[in-house]
Protein backbone atom coordinates (compact mmCIF):
# COMPACT_ATOMS: atom_id res chain seq x y z
CA UNK A 1 0.00 0.00 0.00
CA UNK A 2 1.43 3.43 -0.98
CA UNK A 3 1.73 6.24 1.53
CA UNK A 4 0.68 9.79 0.23
CA UNK A 5 4.03 10.60 -0.25
CA UNK A 6 4.66 7.43 -2.67
CA UNK A 7 1.92 9.18 -4.01
CA UNK A 8 2.86 12.64 -4.30
CA UNK A 9 5.57 11.05 -6.23
CA UNK A 10 3.92 9.14 -8.69
CA UNK A 11 1.67 12.29 -9.59
CA UNK A 12 4.78 14.67 -9.39
CA UNK A 13 5.72 12.50 -12.55
CA UNK A 14 2.56 12.92 -14.25
CA UNK A 15 2.44 16.93 -13.54
CA UNK A 16 5.55 17.16 -15.69
CA UNK A 17 3.24 16.90 -18.77
CA UNK A 18 1.15 19.55 -17.26
CA UNK A 19 2.17 22.65 -17.10
CA UNK A 20 -0.62 24.58 -16.60
CA UNK A 21 -1.55 25.71 -13.12
CA UNK A 22 -2.19 29.69 -11.66
CA UNK A 23 -4.94 31.99 -10.52
CA UNK A 24 -4.35 35.40 -10.77
CA UNK A 25 -7.45 37.45 -10.20
CA UNK A 26 -8.80 35.67 -7.22
CA UNK A 27 -11.50 37.26 -4.71
CA UNK A 28 -9.85 37.77 -1.20
CA UNK A 29 -11.31 35.02 1.32
CA UNK A 30 -10.28 36.04 4.75
CA UNK A 31 -10.11 33.90 7.61
CA UNK A 32 -12.52 35.00 10.66
CA UNK A 33 -12.23 33.02 14.14
CA UNK A 34 -13.23 29.66 13.06
CA UNK A 35 -11.25 29.61 10.05
CA UNK A 36 -7.82 29.10 8.37
CA UNK A 37 -5.91 31.11 6.21
CA UNK A 38 -6.16 33.72 3.62
CA UNK A 39 -5.68 34.51 -0.10
CA UNK A 40 -4.08 37.16 -0.86
CA UNK A 41 -6.71 40.45 -3.09
CA UNK A 42 -6.17 39.97 -6.69
CA UNK A 43 -2.76 37.70 -6.97
CA UNK A 44 -1.59 35.23 -9.02
CA UNK A 45 -1.20 31.97 -7.18
CA UNK A 46 0.91 28.70 -7.88
CA UNK A 47 3.88 29.33 -9.50
CA UNK A 48 2.51 31.39 -12.03
CA UNK A 49 3.10 35.34 -12.10
CA UNK A 50 1.17 37.71 -10.14
CA UNK A 51 0.78 41.59 -11.92
CA UNK A 52 3.73 42.47 -9.34
CA UNK A 53 5.73 39.90 -10.13
CA UNK A 54 5.46 37.56 -7.27
CA UNK A 55 5.12 34.01 -7.48
CA UNK A 56 3.13 32.01 -5.13
CA UNK A 57 2.20 28.77 -4.54
CA UNK A 58 0.04 25.85 -4.88
CA UNK A 59 -0.32 22.21 -3.86
CA UNK A 60 -1.05 20.72 -7.29
CA UNK A 61 -2.35 17.79 -7.48
CA UNK A 62 -4.68 14.74 -8.90
CA UNK A 63 -6.91 12.72 -7.24
CA UNK A 64 -5.76 9.97 -9.43
CA UNK A 65 -3.71 9.53 -12.16
CA UNK A 66 -5.95 6.85 -13.69
CA UNK A 67 -8.02 7.66 -16.46
CA UNK A 68 -10.53 5.49 -18.43
CA UNK A 69 -10.05 7.38 -21.25
CA UNK A 70 -7.32 7.11 -23.88
CA UNK A 71 -6.51 10.73 -25.11
CA UNK A 72 -3.28 10.09 -27.01
CA UNK A 73 -1.34 12.90 -25.35
CA UNK A 74 -1.86 12.56 -21.87
CA UNK A 75 0.00 10.16 -19.77
CA UNK A 76 -2.80 8.96 -17.48
CA UNK A 77 -4.52 7.81 -20.51
CA UNK A 78 -6.12 4.06 -19.57
CA UNK A 79 -3.33 2.45 -22.26
CA UNK A 80 -0.46 3.89 -20.81
CA UNK A 81 1.93 1.78 -18.99
CA UNK A 82 2.91 4.16 -15.43
CA UNK A 83 2.61 3.79 -12.11
CA UNK A 84 -0.99 4.45 -11.11
CA UNK A 85 -2.38 5.61 -7.65
CA UNK A 86 -4.99 7.50 -5.55
CA UNK A 87 -5.93 9.89 -3.02
CA UNK A 88 -9.11 9.28 -1.26
CA UNK A 89 -10.86 13.11 -0.32
CA UNK A 90 -9.53 12.88 3.16
CA UNK A 91 -5.96 12.18 2.42
CA UNK A 92 -6.24 15.61 -0.45
CA UNK A 93 -7.80 17.10 2.28
CA UNK A 94 -5.34 16.32 5.06
CA UNK A 95 -2.02 16.85 2.70
CA UNK A 96 -3.53 20.41 1.82
CA UNK A 97 -3.92 21.54 5.49
CA UNK A 98 -0.66 20.09 6.30
CA UNK A 99 1.10 22.40 3.87
CA UNK A 100 -0.79 24.73 4.25
CA UNK A 101 -0.20 25.28 7.88
CA UNK A 102 3.59 24.95 6.87
CA UNK A 103 3.33 28.41 5.03
CA UNK A 104 4.43 25.51 2.06
CA UNK A 105 0.79 26.90 -0.33
CA UNK A 106 -1.23 28.80 -0.14
CA UNK A 107 -4.29 26.94 -2.29
CA UNK A 108 -5.06 24.19 -4.16
CA UNK A 109 -5.01 22.78 -7.73
CA UNK A 110 -6.87 19.82 -7.80
CA UNK A 111 -7.23 17.37 -10.79
CA UNK A 112 -8.10 14.13 -11.64
CA UNK A 113 -8.50 11.36 -14.42
CA UNK A 114 -11.82 10.16 -14.85
CA UNK A 115 -12.85 7.10 -13.23
CA UNK A 116 -15.88 4.81 -13.62
CA UNK A 117 -17.92 8.18 -14.79
CA UNK A 118 -17.31 12.07 -15.09
CA UNK A 119 -19.70 12.46 -12.41
CA UNK A 120 -18.46 9.72 -10.41
CA UNK A 121 -15.11 12.00 -10.64
CA UNK A 122 -16.73 15.18 -10.22
CA UNK A 123 -18.18 14.16 -7.21
CA UNK A 124 -14.88 13.23 -5.51
CA UNK A 125 -13.33 16.49 -6.55
CA UNK A 126 -16.27 18.65 -5.03
CA UNK A 127 -15.86 16.56 -1.76
CA UNK A 128 -12.10 17.51 -1.45
CA UNK A 129 -13.77 21.43 -1.76
CA UNK A 130 -16.24 21.23 0.22
CA UNK A 131 -14.50 18.70 3.24
CA UNK A 132 -11.98 22.18 2.98
CA UNK A 133 -14.31 24.64 3.03
CA UNK A 134 -17.03 23.74 5.35
CA UNK A 135 -15.10 21.11 7.67
CA UNK A 136 -11.72 23.06 8.41
CA UNK A 137 -13.11 26.86 7.33
CA UNK A 138 -10.40 26.72 4.41
CA UNK A 139 -9.90 29.75 3.65
CA UNK A 140 -6.89 29.24 0.91
CA UNK A 141 -7.23 29.33 -2.91
CA UNK A 142 -9.01 26.27 -4.49
CA UNK A 143 -9.09 25.71 -8.30
CA UNK A 144 -10.79 22.69 -9.55
CA UNK A 145 -10.21 21.49 -12.94
CA UNK A 146 -13.81 20.46 -14.04
CA UNK A 147 -14.75 17.59 -16.60
CA UNK A 148 -17.24 19.15 -18.98
CA UNK A 149 -19.35 15.58 -19.17
CA UNK A 150 -20.09 15.99 -15.53
CA UNK A 151 -23.51 17.03 -14.53
CA UNK A 152 -24.23 20.71 -14.27
CA UNK A 153 -25.21 20.54 -10.86
CA UNK A 154 -22.01 19.13 -9.97
CA UNK A 155 -20.39 21.91 -11.86
CA UNK A 156 -22.72 24.21 -10.26
CA UNK A 157 -21.42 23.02 -6.77
CA UNK A 158 -17.71 22.99 -7.60
CA UNK A 159 -18.14 26.69 -8.62
CA UNK A 160 -19.88 27.55 -5.05
CA UNK A 161 -16.76 25.91 -3.26
CA UNK A 162 -13.69 26.91 -5.68
CA UNK A 163 -12.05 30.18 -6.65
CA UNK A 164 -11.49 29.39 -10.27
CA UNK A 165 -12.59 26.53 -12.51
CA UNK A 166 -11.03 25.29 -15.76
CA UNK A 167 -12.25 23.72 -18.72
CA UNK A 168 -9.04 22.31 -21.22
CA UNK A 169 -9.66 23.03 -24.30
CA UNK A 170 -6.54 20.25 -25.23
CA UNK A 171 -5.76 21.23 -28.08
CA UNK A 172 -6.33 24.38 -30.51
CA UNK A 173 -8.33 22.62 -32.83
CA UNK A 174 -11.83 20.76 -32.65
CA UNK A 175 -10.57 18.51 -35.82
CA UNK A 176 -7.32 17.26 -33.91
CA UNK A 177 -9.50 16.62 -30.99
CA UNK A 178 -11.62 13.96 -32.72
CA UNK A 179 -8.56 12.79 -33.87
CA UNK A 180 -6.01 12.43 -31.12
CA UNK A 181 -8.49 11.80 -27.89
CA UNK A 182 -11.40 9.78 -29.48
CA UNK A 183 -13.77 9.97 -26.32
CA UNK A 184 -14.22 14.15 -26.32
CA UNK A 185 -16.39 16.03 -27.86
CA UNK A 186 -14.88 19.86 -28.45
CA UNK A 187 -18.44 21.11 -28.91
CA UNK A 188 -18.96 19.37 -25.70
CA UNK A 189 -16.32 21.70 -24.09
CA UNK A 190 -17.19 24.48 -25.67
CA UNK A 191 -21.24 23.78 -24.33
CA UNK A 192 -19.82 23.94 -21.05
CA UNK A 193 -17.58 26.65 -21.27
CA UNK A 194 -20.68 28.45 -21.60
CA UNK A 195 -22.79 27.31 -19.32
CA UNK A 196 -19.54 28.38 -16.72
CA UNK A 197 -19.93 32.10 -18.35
CA UNK A 198 -23.14 32.27 -17.54
CA UNK A 199 -23.27 31.12 -14.39
CA UNK A 200 -19.91 33.34 -13.12
CA UNK A 201 -21.41 36.18 -15.01
CA UNK A 202 -25.02 35.77 -13.28
CA UNK A 203 -23.15 35.45 -9.87
CA UNK A 204 -21.19 38.85 -10.22
CA UNK A 205 -24.57 40.16 -11.26
CA UNK A 206 -26.06 39.27 -8.25
CA UNK A 207 -23.00 39.61 -5.92
CA UNK A 208 -23.56 43.53 -7.22
CA UNK A 209 -27.14 43.52 -6.17
CA UNK A 210 -26.49 41.81 -2.94
CA UNK A 211 -23.65 41.53 -0.93
CA UNK A 212 -25.14 38.31 0.86
CA UNK A 213 -25.37 36.64 -2.78
CA UNK A 214 -24.26 32.98 -2.02
CA UNK A 215 -20.32 32.71 -3.43
CA UNK A 216 -19.11 31.45 -6.82
CA UNK A 217 -16.17 30.74 -9.01
CA UNK A 218 -15.11 34.35 -10.26
CA UNK A 219 -13.47 33.09 -13.22
CA UNK A 220 -12.32 30.07 -15.29
CA UNK A 221 -9.34 29.11 -17.07
CA UNK A 222 -8.39 26.54 -19.91
CA UNK A 223 -5.24 24.84 -21.45
CA UNK A 224 -4.39 23.79 -24.84
CA UNK A 225 -1.16 21.78 -25.43
CA UNK A 226 1.34 23.09 -27.78
CA UNK A 227 2.84 20.76 -29.94
CA UNK A 228 1.09 17.74 -30.16
CA UNK A 229 -0.57 18.63 -33.75
CA UNK A 230 0.01 20.71 -36.48
CA UNK A 231 -1.21 23.84 -35.53
CA UNK A 232 0.53 26.89 -35.79
CA UNK A 233 0.83 29.94 -33.23
CA UNK A 234 -1.73 31.75 -35.56
CA UNK A 235 -4.41 28.79 -35.32
CA UNK A 236 -3.42 28.83 -31.16
CA UNK A 237 -3.79 32.81 -30.83
CA UNK A 238 -6.72 32.68 -33.23
CA UNK A 239 -8.54 29.80 -30.88
CA UNK A 240 -7.27 31.31 -27.95
CA UNK A 241 -8.89 35.33 -29.06
CA UNK A 242 -12.44 33.30 -29.77
CA UNK A 243 -12.07 31.99 -26.72
CA UNK A 244 -11.60 34.88 -24.62
CA UNK A 245 -14.25 36.45 -26.64
CA UNK A 246 -16.75 34.08 -26.28
CA UNK A 247 -16.54 32.76 -23.04
CA UNK A 248 -14.69 35.38 -20.94
CA UNK A 249 -11.66 33.23 -19.67
CA UNK A 250 -9.54 34.91 -17.40
CA UNK A 251 -6.60 32.89 -18.56
CA UNK A 252 -5.68 30.45 -22.01
CA UNK A 253 -2.72 28.50 -20.39
CA UNK A 254 -0.17 26.86 -23.32
CA UNK A 255 1.64 23.62 -22.46
CA UNK A 256 4.29 22.37 -24.45
CA UNK A 257 3.76 19.07 -25.70
CA UNK A 258 6.20 17.00 -23.76
CA UNK A 259 6.63 13.68 -25.25
CA UNK A 260 5.14 10.74 -23.23
CA UNK A 261 6.52 7.08 -22.49
CA UNK A 262 5.25 4.57 -25.15
CA UNK A 263 3.89 7.08 -26.96
CA UNK A 264 1.39 6.97 -29.72
CA UNK A 265 2.34 7.14 -33.73
CA UNK A 266 0.04 10.00 -34.23
CA UNK A 267 2.15 12.30 -31.83
CA UNK A 268 5.46 14.03 -32.59
CA UNK A 269 8.65 12.36 -31.40
CA UNK A 270 9.71 15.70 -29.82
CA UNK A 271 8.97 18.58 -27.86
CA UNK A 272 8.44 21.78 -29.44
CA UNK A 273 10.65 23.94 -28.20
CA UNK A 274 10.14 25.41 -24.61
CA UNK A 275 10.94 29.47 -26.34
CA UNK A 276 7.29 28.76 -28.27
CA UNK A 277 5.54 28.35 -24.99
CA UNK A 278 6.98 31.43 -23.93
CA UNK A 279 6.63 33.41 -26.85
CA UNK A 280 3.08 32.37 -27.07
CA UNK A 281 2.52 33.62 -23.58
CA UNK A 282 3.78 36.99 -24.84
CA UNK A 283 2.04 37.25 -27.59
CA UNK A 284 -1.20 35.89 -25.23
CA UNK A 285 -0.39 38.92 -23.35
CA UNK A 286 -0.03 41.78 -26.29
CA UNK A 287 -4.25 40.53 -27.21
CA UNK A 288 -4.87 40.90 -23.48
CA UNK A 289 -3.41 44.14 -22.43
CA UNK A 290 -2.29 46.02 -25.05
CA UNK A 291 -5.10 46.23 -27.93
CA UNK A 292 -3.28 44.00 -30.67
CA UNK A 293 -5.20 41.65 -32.37
CA UNK A 294 -4.08 38.30 -33.87
CA UNK A 295 -3.48 39.14 -37.78
CA UNK A 296 -1.29 41.95 -36.46
CA UNK A 297 0.61 39.45 -34.27
CA UNK A 298 1.27 37.19 -36.52
CA UNK A 299 1.20 39.08 -40.29
CA UNK A 300 4.87 39.04 -41.37
CA UNK A 301 5.79 35.42 -39.33
CA UNK A 302 7.21 32.72 -41.00
CA UNK A 303 4.20 30.51 -41.59
CA UNK A 304 2.08 31.08 -39.01
CA UNK A 305 4.83 30.97 -36.62
CA UNK A 306 6.20 33.34 -33.78
CA UNK A 307 9.76 34.55 -34.53
CA UNK A 308 11.63 32.75 -31.50
CA UNK A 309 14.96 35.21 -31.60
CA UNK A 310 12.76 38.21 -30.86
CA UNK A 311 9.63 38.70 -28.41
CA UNK A 312 6.49 39.64 -30.17
CA UNK A 313 5.65 43.37 -30.20
CA UNK A 314 9.73 44.13 -31.30
CA UNK A 315 8.95 41.58 -34.12
CA UNK A 316 5.72 43.32 -35.28
CA UNK A 317 7.84 47.06 -34.68
CA UNK A 318 10.50 45.81 -37.43
CA UNK A 319 7.84 44.32 -39.33
CA UNK A 320 6.07 47.95 -39.16
CA UNK A 321 8.55 50.18 -39.31
CA UNK A 322 7.30 53.11 -41.12
CA UNK A 323 5.13 53.50 -38.12
CA UNK A 324 7.98 54.78 -35.83
CA UNK A 325 9.62 56.57 -34.09
CA UNK A 326 6.99 57.35 -31.98
CA UNK A 327 6.77 60.68 -30.31
CA UNK A 328 6.42 59.55 -26.93
CA UNK A 329 5.29 63.93 -26.35
CA UNK A 330 2.24 63.45 -28.22
CA UNK A 331 1.48 59.91 -29.12
CA UNK A 332 -1.47 58.43 -28.11
CA UNK A 333 -1.96 55.31 -25.10
CA UNK A 334 -2.73 52.88 -27.92
CA UNK A 335 0.12 54.08 -29.77
CA UNK A 336 2.76 54.04 -26.36
CA UNK A 337 1.52 50.38 -25.68
CA UNK A 338 3.08 48.78 -29.05
CA UNK A 339 6.80 50.72 -28.58
CA UNK A 340 8.94 47.44 -27.77
CA UNK A 341 10.02 47.90 -24.18
CA UNK A 342 6.82 50.19 -23.32
CA UNK A 343 4.63 48.58 -20.40
CA UNK A 344 1.70 49.30 -19.18
CA UNK A 345 2.82 51.12 -16.31
CA UNK A 346 5.56 52.31 -18.05
CA UNK A 347 2.80 54.16 -20.95
CA UNK A 348 0.76 55.50 -18.03
CA UNK A 349 3.72 57.19 -16.36
CA UNK A 350 4.72 58.88 -19.59
CA UNK A 351 1.51 60.38 -19.36
CA UNK A 352 1.61 61.53 -16.43
CA UNK A 353 5.17 63.05 -16.35
CA UNK A 354 4.13 64.65 -19.64
CA UNK A 355 1.34 66.44 -18.77
CA UNK A 356 2.90 68.50 -16.88
CA UNK A 357 6.18 69.22 -19.03
CA UNK A 358 7.76 67.67 -21.84
CA UNK A 359 9.64 63.71 -21.58
CA UNK A 360 13.27 63.73 -21.56
CA UNK A 361 15.34 60.54 -22.07
CA UNK A 362 16.55 61.09 -17.93
CA UNK A 363 13.13 60.47 -17.23
CA UNK A 364 12.68 57.45 -19.47
CA UNK A 365 16.17 56.24 -17.49
CA UNK A 366 14.02 56.85 -14.34
CA UNK A 367 10.82 54.87 -15.82
CA UNK A 368 12.81 52.09 -18.01
CA UNK A 369 14.41 49.26 -16.88
CA UNK A 370 16.42 49.59 -20.71
CA UNK A 371 16.64 53.32 -22.58
CA UNK A 372 19.27 51.73 -25.07
CA UNK A 373 16.66 48.63 -26.33
CA UNK A 374 13.83 52.04 -27.06
CA UNK A 375 16.09 54.47 -28.67
CA UNK A 376 15.23 53.27 -32.03
CA UNK A 377 11.80 53.64 -31.89
CA UNK A 378 11.22 56.69 -29.74
CA UNK A 379 11.08 60.11 -30.30
CA UNK A 380 11.48 62.56 -27.06
CA UNK A 381 12.50 66.46 -25.94
CA UNK A 382 16.10 65.84 -26.59
CA UNK A 383 16.25 62.70 -28.38
CA UNK A 384 15.38 61.72 -32.40
CA UNK A 385 16.91 58.66 -33.89
CA UNK A 386 18.81 59.44 -37.27
CA UNK A 387 17.62 56.69 -39.42
CA UNK A 388 17.71 53.76 -36.78
CA UNK A 389 14.91 52.48 -37.10
CA UNK A 390 15.98 52.20 -40.74
CA UNK A 391 18.89 49.91 -40.45
CA UNK A 392 19.05 47.00 -42.00
CA UNK A 393 21.05 45.33 -38.93
CA UNK A 394 18.33 46.77 -36.58
CA UNK A 395 17.44 42.91 -36.42
CA UNK A 396 20.79 41.42 -35.15
CA UNK A 397 20.97 44.68 -32.96
CA UNK A 398 18.14 43.70 -31.27
CA UNK A 399 18.08 39.91 -31.31
CA UNK A 400 19.30 38.88 -27.42
CA UNK A 401 23.06 37.92 -27.35
CA UNK A 402 23.22 33.83 -26.74
CA UNK A 403 24.94 33.81 -23.31
CA UNK A 404 26.89 30.88 -21.89
CA UNK A 405 25.59 29.29 -19.20
CA UNK A 406 27.66 29.15 -16.26
CA UNK A 407 28.71 25.67 -15.07
CA UNK A 408 28.43 25.86 -11.36
S1 LIG B 1 -9.58 12.68 -20.01
FE1 LIG B 1 -7.93 13.96 -19.20
S2 LIG B 1 -6.83 12.63 -17.77
FE2 LIG B 1 -8.10 11.31 -19.06
S3 LIG B 1 -6.75 10.65 -20.71
FE3 LIG B 1 -7.86 12.47 -21.44
S4 LIG B 1 -6.51 14.21 -20.92
FE4 LIG B 1 -5.82 12.43 -19.73
Redesign the pocket.
Known sequence: MLNSLQKLEIFADAAKYDASCASSGAAPRTADAKSIGSTAPGMGICHAYAPDVRCISLLKVLLTNY?M???HY?V??VSSNVARARFSVKEVVDLTLGFYRRNMIEGLFLSS??VRSPDETMEQVVAVARSLREEHGFRGYIHLKTIPDAAPELLAEAGRLADRLSINV?LPQESDLARL?LQKDGRRIRKAMANLRQRIDGAREDRKRSAKAPPFSTSQSTQMIVGADAATDATVLGTSETLYGSYGLSRVYYSAFSPIPDASKLLPLQAPPLMREHRLYQADWLLRYYGFNVPEIVTGTRDGMLDLQLDPKTAWALANRAQFPVDLNRAPREMLLRVPGLGVRVADRILAVRKRRGLHLEDLTRLCRSVKALLPFIVCTDWRPTKLADTANLRERLVPRATQLSLL
Do not use: L
Open positions: CFDCCSRGIEA
